[in-house]
């Protein structure tokens, strides 16, 4: 399965993905953005932003 293919699997379109980069662009989020992804973190990151955003995930 590709990440442009899960939204159409009744499987997976519901799971939230959260984009993990070195990359701090906003081409690069906005593109994650288009491919639905739920959340887009540049490392090195907390694990208080990782909770923060854990908190956050729909239910």
Partial sequence: ???RSRG???TYAKVPVIMLSTLDEEP???KAA???AFAYM???FTAAKMDEL???LPK
């Fill in 1 to 3: 399965m590709t990440w």
């Fill in 8 to 10: 159409s699997s009744p």
């Fill in 28 to 30: 690069m989020k906005q």
């Fill in 34 to 36: 288009s491919f639905g």
């Fill in 42 to 44: 540049v490392k090195p």
């Fill in 54 to 56: 854990f908190a956050k």
